[in-house]
């Protein structure tokens, strides 16, 4: 069973930095491009960033580009935002999605998400 | 950056009737195009990727059409477990994606 599993969230003041994880079960971690998406409250969905299979290929939104950054260790079947300079705006809900790519690409597995609180 | 923009935003509806929601795409997409379901509190679950084909798992009551810049999500015959909010997402070349604004269908 394909598990995705965010932790690291939770409240941190205007300018610092969080990084959040996601522990991956179920499947060959290695083999799958991986994928942020957050949540403000009360709002829609909104992608974030992308990792290809071996980390050499990142995409980012325009809002988090220089301050975020999308990683992850296959040794570990993990996968890791670090965010710096947060933002209230940050302020969200942030789920990882396992992506599946073919001819189509789209995100078929997420995990429950992590609520990150930008505040003062 | 392509902009996606469904419609409408919310409507009601009932047990029993056709619904539909429309998304439409600033630049043509093929048919890289997703659909998702959330219920409040909970993870987004996929529903239809490629613009018309059902992820394994989601009920036939559900379909997808469109290429290009229209696509449309189609509840044949909706049920109590289908009042929740649906997104559209395009995932055109894997540089930069977008989600629609989403689409809340509620009781009436």
């Known amino acids: 069973e394909v598990q995705l599993v965010e932790s690291g969230g939770g409240l941190v003041q205007p300018g610092g930095p969080l990084r959040l994880s996601c522990a991956a079960s179920g499947f060959t971690f290695s083999s799958y491009w991986m994928s942020w998406v957050r949540q403000a409250p009360g709002k829609g969905l909104e992608w974030v960033a992308n990792i290809n299979q071996d980390g050499s290929a990142e995409s980012y939104v325009d809002s988090v580009k220089g301050r975020f950054t999308i990683s992850r260790d296959n040794a570990k079947n993990s996968l890791y935002l670090q965010m710096n300079s947060l933002r209230a705006e940050d302020t969200a809900v942030y789920y990882c999605?396992?992506?599946?790519?073919?001819?189509?690409?789209?995100?078929?597995?997420w995990g429950q998400g992590t609520l990150v609180t930008v505040s003062s | 950056d392509i902009q996606m923009t469904q419609s409408p935003s919310s409507l009601s509806a009932s047990v029993g009737d056709r619904v539909t929601v429309t998304c439409r795409a600033s630049q043509s997409i093929s048919t890289y195009l997703s659909w998702y379901q959330q219920k409040p509190g909970k993870a987004p679950k996929l529903l239809i990727y490629g613009a018309l084909s059902l992820q394994s798992g989601v009920p036939s009551r559900f379909s997808g059409s469109g290429s290009g810049t229209d696509f449309t999500l189609t509840i044949s015959s909706l049920q109590l477990e289908d009042f929740a909010t649906y997104y559209c997402q395009q995932t055109y070349g894997s540089r930069t994606w977008t989600f629609g604004q989403g689409t809340k269908v509620e009781f009436k």
């Open positions: 999605a396992r992506i599946r790519m073919g001819t189509i690409y789209y995100l078929d597995y």
